[in-house]
């Protein structure tokens, strides 16, 4: 086998410029958090779509998310895990909805956190997948609350999201997530 | 079971470990027969290649019996004797469908760490530190095979297991230098270094036709294993390898330059205790003697292919060479997959037997005197194969 690598501090050096990359616009006086990432994944825009649209399926793809249920038509109530084992809830409304290509929605009044996001597939040219892009915004509102949902997703949202989309895709694409979790080792 | 763990440099144990499980539904569990140590073990062994962890269970080439198939296994059943590849490709990616098996998306459950270092991630691989995936490997009695149904290669009876035990790596890693650099007859080919991956190298540059392998080691023991395999030889320790492939090129220099060196090439002179302090400083992390001296022997137009072990950065590459000599590139992990029928159909062919690169076979109780002994090159130590 042909290899690899670099020192340890050269791992740390790649993830500092990977993370500084995407730096969210914030001012001190706005509180919102946008987020957004991409994946390419080795299956059409319908596909994707269909599996996004079903809401109660996505707290299998979001980690964040306890549970989703749809209530009528367009609507649904959302609840997300927060720290110290309690949770936060919204109802929201689907903005958008063109099948195959993009799927909107936005928190309605009275919700604990307002926010709004939008999952969009675009085929990619010549038979290379589907870029699947998340939007997520979020404005956290003021005090205790806030600060729980500040770690909401933890301390690199992003990065979160993105590891979200990769099991995400690589149910999609293997119908397994790849791990090594409970393998043997020489650690007592 | 028992396994061969690392814990730091040049400490290498054997310990019993739980035997491994299933943990997806596309695994299967190998009772591995055989199993060998690589160059790039090495690599790990001297402590060159970060994110190891104490306990990690090493090994990336080897074959066995199937013990255990998942539900998502319907390929595979108990009993199956097969060679795994050392690359994990998941086979439904856009890379895995396109042949490129060690670029796969899906199998590296620790991607984030290699994304950060490469911009992507390539394929996760057995045993081979937590960027590469972090997997268990097979210098163990038993491992885990993830996405079983693509990996795994039933071999035929009429082959032994010395005979298709390098299938998993360095024959298709040697033969995949050769055959990305387009050798289609008629060509001079030159291949620096004459371990396990440059002998396979030599013997599959001239099964691809080329009329001349030239070959450059120091070792004397791998120089006639590469003369037994069909190449001219320069020892560098003896003669300028520069001065002697002019000679033998008539000036023109090789059509193919073969890199089967890495990032442990033993450099020469100045240059050669530069990238070794460099190295040692990790501000580079390869030595890249051989690499330089392969893009200066090249004939114009020609192709460079570089099998050989780079990872992080190397210096003073020259660029300037390589780009007024319009040079190609070739490079990358071996796509294992790809090569297993053909190569093992060579084998069954007669045109090679690869068991002709064993020179020592030890229990897997005694690896740790295998490693020692394959670093330092004792005892004329070319391949280790080991037996659980
Ligand atoms: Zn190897
Ligand atoms: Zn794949």
């Known amino acids: ?6 020192g340890a501090a050269l791992v740390g050096l790649g993830v500092a410029v990977a993370l500084g990359a995407r730096a969210r616009s914030r001012t001190p006086n706005d509180r919102r958090i946008r987020i957004e990432q991409h994946v390419t994944i080795n ?9 996004w649209r079903n809401l109660e399926g996505l707290p299998q793809i979001m980690r964040h998310l ?19 084992g309690q949770s936060v809830s919204w109802e929201a ?4 909805d063109l099948p195959g290509q993009i799927i909107a929605w936005r928190s309605l009044a009275g919700a ?7 999952v969009s597939f675009t085929a990619l040219p010549g038979a290379r997948g589907t870029d699947l892009k998340v939007v997520l915004a979020y404005e956290p509102p003021a005090g205790k609350v806030g600060a729980a949902l500040a770690k909401l997703f933890g301390e690199e949202p992003e990065m979160q999201l993105r590891e979200d989309l990769r ?22 | 079971m028992k396994a061969l763990c690392w814990y730091g440099r040049g400490d290498v144990r054997v310990e019993r470990v739980p035997d491994p499980e299933l943990l997806n539904p596309r695994d299967a569990i190998v009772k591995v027969t055989r199993t060998a140590i690589c160059g790039s073990d090495l690599h790990l062994y001297d402590a060159y290649i970060p994110t190891m962890r104490k306990g990690d269970i090493l090994g990336h080439e080897f074959m066995g019996e199937v013990v255990e198939v998942g539900s998502g296994v319907d390929n595979l059943a108990v009993g199956d004797r097969v060679v795994v590849p050392f690359p994990i490709a998941c086979g439904g990616c856009y890379f895995c469908q396109n042949d490129l098996w060690s670029l796969c998306d899906n199998s590296n459950p620790n991607a984030r760490l290699a994304e950060a270092l490469f911009g992507h991630a390539p394929a996760g691989i057995f045993g081979y530190s937590h960027l590469m995936g972090g997997y268990a490997g097979g210098q163990a009695e038993y491992v885990r095979v993830p996405f079983a149904d693509v990996g795994p290669f039933k071999v035929p009876e009429s082959v032994s297991d010395d005979q298709v035990l390098f299938l998993t790596d ?34 599959s540059a001239l099964m691809l036709g080329a009329e001349r392998v030239i070959a450059i080691d120091r070792v004397p023991e791998r120089l006639e294993m590469a003369k037994q395999g069909g190449a001219e030889v320069i020892n560098y320790e003896e003669v300028s390898s520069r001065d002697a492939l002019t000679a033998l090129t008539g000036g023109r220099g090789p059509d193919v330059c073969i890199e089967a060196v890495g990032m442990e090439a033993h450099g020469m002179g100045a240059a050669g205790v530069y990238d070794r302090l460099k190295q040692e400083l990790k501000v580079e992390t390869g030595r890249p003697h051989a690499l330089r001296e392969a893009i200066l022997a090249c004939r114009k137009g020609g192709v460079v292919s570089v099998a050989g072990v780079f990872g992080g950065f190397i210096d003073k590459l020259p660029m300037g060479a390589a780009f007024n000599k319009g040079l ?49 090159k004792h005892d004329g130590c070319v391949k280790v194969v080991l037996q659980p």
């Open chain 1, 1 to 6: 086998m042909t290899l690899l690598v670099a």
């Open chain 2, 170 to 203: 360095i024959f298709p890693t040697g033969y995949q230098a050769a055959e990305v650099a387009g050798i289609s007859g008629g060509e001079t080919v030159a291949v620096w270094g004459c371990g396990p991956v440059g002998q396979f190298a030599i013997r």
């Open chain 1, 93 to 96: 409304e689907i903005t958008q």
């Open chain 1, 112 to 118: 604990d956190v307002k926010n709004a996001g939008s």
């Open chain 2, 328 to 376: 190609t590139f070739k490079m990358g992990q071996t796509h294992v997959h790809r090569y297993l029928k053909p190569l093992l159909a060579r084998i069954e062919e007669g045109a090679i037997d690869p068991s002709f690169v064993i020179t020592h076979r030890l229990a897997l109780d005694d690896a740790p005197a295998g490693y020692k002994m394959f670093r330092d």
């Open chain 1, 66 to 84: 306890e549970s989703v249920s749809e209530l009528t038509e367009g609507r649904s109530r959302w609840t997300a895990k927060a720290p110290l």
């Open chain 1, 43 to 51: 299956r059409s825009p319908e596909e994707l779509y269909r599996v």
């Open chain 1, 167 to 188: 099991r995400f895709k690589q149910r999609m694409e293997t119908g397994e997530v790849a791990t090594t979790e409970g393998q043997p080792s020489g650690r007592a």
